[in-house]
């Protein structure tokens, strides 16, 4: 029995059950038609689009689209914003879609192509918004201005009304739109001095958090079509591994399962739903070919790393004479070494893509897709068919934090293979499992750091002598700057200085994880340094202020807060604070932690104070949400998490009793202050992070007096 033999129609219970939802299918193909629940791209309904961003359609409502897929940082309600500031437009009629498919109109100005990652959704997007929204507003003035007969410079907007006071006329966008989309546009159309900014800077609430607190949200994993089929793949428990042999036959009595078929990323599983699925694939039996596996333990590869800091070495930076500065006269020197784990970037939704071939051969694909283009040209390649007839509309996404961030799109390349293989006459849904995801590699990468500091008679740090050993994640062989951003760059004032790092190759995939080198390299400066001031006899703050004179927005934060905090007060008994700033993806952020131990003998933070400067703040709201974000997500991986590999090189997690994330009791109190800028906006949603762990550590060693050497905090110090 084959896949194209069993046609189960569930059209009719569907409907019935009033899952089907607005979609448009007229205008779409023969396969987007048996689509039942999900979101096509673009805007829904009758609009005019008055260039590649903007919408309007005829009851008012403007929809943006949005070249960044939304998976919970808010680009959504950022991007609408700032149109809706240069639009004129009231906030109620705003809303937000994703765009198609499309490396050119599309590209994220930072990349070369559509992209949604760095923390670049509004740095990038900005003037470009900015100018989509200018250029709305004045194609529709021209439209009422030649349909009242009046000069357009004598027309306002606000709030989403065009007005004409001298003849008393009024109308809305809604009125216009179909004359305003045949307007040439302007070529420089005019943006609004900041001073007059309405919108930009205020609170509001993110335009999907309606839908998806009342559960009406599309994700990926909600999408159904007509005649689906579940599949899943079976991977190896050992990375690099591959198929010897399989049998499948007790897998194809598990009533449900449809098919049975081997694929480069291992042997997969088709099924009617998603429970045959799971049986079936538990029911193969695949021997697994360890020939080409990683077979060193995490421990191992630990060690080999200390081996590598003695090799050759890439140099980053190298300033002063750092050898003669370490072995100076009256020097007291400080070495550590620190020892951090592979990550996993466990979002709540795991991998998974709808597939859906067209009876003229065009795919449509339902994906929370963080790079659609590449997306695009993995089906395109794997499938056989040109790009031109494969359509991908991004879906909401249950955060990523990296995850979905492939080059190449190795996920999408398993997807289509698994429909390629089923002949791609049913739809199919492709899923990973939360065991998938834990086991199924593209971590952040384990590193060792080795550190060497000098201070001299008077407590002034003379000398910084920093390696890094791990793998590139961009496989390269020369020096890859997210294997050393943020050590690199060192912001405080040291004469003699130098980094260096060791690349390697492991079999492990690795992949950007929360705010990439940083989620290393920012525990590693703000730990040291902290050590190096304590011992020199200097205040964790003043000190660093003392190094900072040359950098006034990490001053401005670290001011700040420490203003917030009350820097130097009394702290409650049995409790201690510590403190870290670090510069991420041109956004910076101080954080102070209050910690004590806890009842399982780790640290228990209670409090969180936090400053960022990131520009203008386009939405304060999503700002200090991001901000307790990233210090939720950052201390819940500096505190519990590691994916470690065993004897063998067998991966030893597989969900979260084993990897696991904070609770929501576990999580504290979080203060934000947004310092007040003219500077353009930069991201948030990753710069919450590297500060959480350094300064709970700090905090935790002038409290028990132990430095933490190694990741996770929970395990390594308390076990």
């Known amino acids: 029995?084959?896949?194209?033999?069993?046609?189960?129609s569930r059209r009719s219970f569907l409907a019935g059950t009033g899952l089907v939802i607005g979609v448009t299918l007229a205008s779409r193909s023969i396969a987007a038609s048996a689509l039942l629940r999900g979101t096509p791209a673009g805007a829904a309904g009758p609009v005019q689009n008055l260039n590649a961003f903007v919408r309007v359609a005829t009851d008012g409502t403007v929809t943006i689209l949005s070249k960044h897929i939304e998976f919970g940082q808010g680009p959504y309600t950022g991007l609408a914003t700032i149109v809706a500031e240069e639009l004129d437009a009231d906030w109620s009629q705003m809303r937000a879609a994703a765009a198609p498919a499309d490396d050119e109109i599309y590209k994220n100005l930072a990349f070369g192509l559509q992209g949604t990652g760095g923390s670049t959704a509004i740095a990038n997007s900005w003037e470009q918004m900015r100018v989509a929204g200018a250029t709305a507003r004045a194609m529709l003035v021209l439209a009422a201005a030649e349909m009242w007969g009046v000069p357009a410079s004598e027309i306002t907007v606000s709030k989403g009304r065009v007005s004409h006071a001298a003849s008393g006329r009024e109308t809305g966008f809604g009125e216009l739109a179909d004359k305003a989309a045949t307007m040439e546009p302007p070529a420089n159309p005019p943006l609004k001095d900041p001073k007059d900014f309405v919108l930009i800077g205020t609170d509001r609430p993110k335009l999907d958090t309606p839908a998806k607190t009342d559960g009406t949200a599309v994700f990926t994993l909600d999408v159904l079509a007509d005649d689906m089929l579940i599949a899943m793949v079976a991977h190896p428990e050992h990375f690099g591994a591959t198929v010897k042999s399989f049998d499948d036959s007790a897998a194809r009595q598990v009533p449900g399962v449809v098919d049975v078929k081997r694929v480069p990323q291992g042997i997969a599983i088709y099924a009617e739903n998603t429970f045959a699925a799971l049986k079936g694939r538990a029911a193969l039996t695949i021997e697994w070919d360890l020939a080409a596996a990683e077979s060193r333990s995490s421990e191992e590869i630990y060690d080999d790393y200390r081996r590598l800091i003695g090799g050759e070495l890439l140099g980053a930076t190298d300033n002063g004479d750092v050898e003669t500065a370490l072995s100076g006269d009256g020097i007291t020197r400080l070495e550590s070494e620190l020892v951090f784990p592979f990550l996993a970037h466990a979002p709540m939704e795991p991998l998974d893509a709808v597939l859906i071939r067209a009876d003229d051969g065009s795919i449509d694909c339902y994906t929370g897709s963080q790079f659609p283009g590449q997306d695009k040209a993995a089906i395109a390649e794997t499938c056989g068919v040109d790009a031109a007839m494969v359509r991908i509309h991004t879906q909401l996404a249950g955060g990523s934090f990296g995850r979905r961030a492939q080059f190449g799109s190795p996920y999408m390349r398993e997807a289509a293979a698994v429909f390629a293989a089923s002949g791609m006459n049913r739809p199919v849904k492709h899923m990973w499992t939360r065991e998938d995801d834990i086991r199924g590699g593209f971590y952040r990468p384990i590193y060792v750091h080795s550190l060497k500091g000098a201070i001299d008679r008077e407590g002034n740090i003379v000398a910084w002598d920093q390696v890094i050993a791990g793998q590139s994640i961009m496989k390269k062989t020369e020096l890859d700057d997210t294997t050393v951003e943020g050590a690199s760059d060192l912001p405080y004032t040291i004469p003699n200085l130098r980094?260096?790092?060791?690349?390697t190759e492991l079999q492990v995939p690795a992949l950007w994880w929360r705010s990439v080198g940083h989620t290393h390299t920012g525990f590693a400066v703000e730990t040291f340094i902290d050590e190096l001031l304590e011992r020199g006899g200097k205040d964790a703050v003043e000190g660093r202020l003392a190094l900072l004179s040359e950098q006034p927005r990490h001053t401005g934060v670290l001011k700040r807060v420490?203003?917030?905090?009350?820097?130097?007060?009394?702290?409650?008994?049995g409790r201690q604070r510590g403190v870290a700033v670090h510069k991420s993806f041109n956004t910076y952020v101080a954080e102070i932690a209050e910690v004590s131990i806890g009842a399982d003998g780790g640290p228990r933070v209670h409090k969180v104070w936090c400053a960022v400067d990131c520009g203008i703040a386009v939405n304060p709201n999503v700002i200090r949400a991001q901000m307790e974000g990233g210090i939720g997500y950052g201390l819940g991986a500096v505190l519990f998490d590691q994916i470690s590999l065993g004897e063998g090189g067998k991966i030893m997690q597989s969900n979260f009793h084993d990897y696991r994330s904070l609770r929501i009791q576990e999580m504290p109190e979080v203060e934000v202050a947004i310092i007040e800028s003219t500077e353009p906006p930069t991201g948030v949603g990753e710069p919450?992070?590297?500060?959480?762990?350094?300064?709970?550590?700090n905090a935790w060693r002038r409290l028990t007096g132990q430095p933490v050497r190694r990741l996770p905090i929970v395990g390594s110090l308390t076990s």
């Open 1 to 8: 029995m084959g896949i194209q033999n069993i046609r189960v």
């Open 499 to 503: 980094v260096r790092a060791n690349q």
């Open 562 to 573: 420490a203003e917030l905090a009350d820097w130097g007060s009394p702290v409650p008994d």
């Open 688 to 697: 919450g992070v590297p500060p959480i762990g350094p300064a709970v550590a």
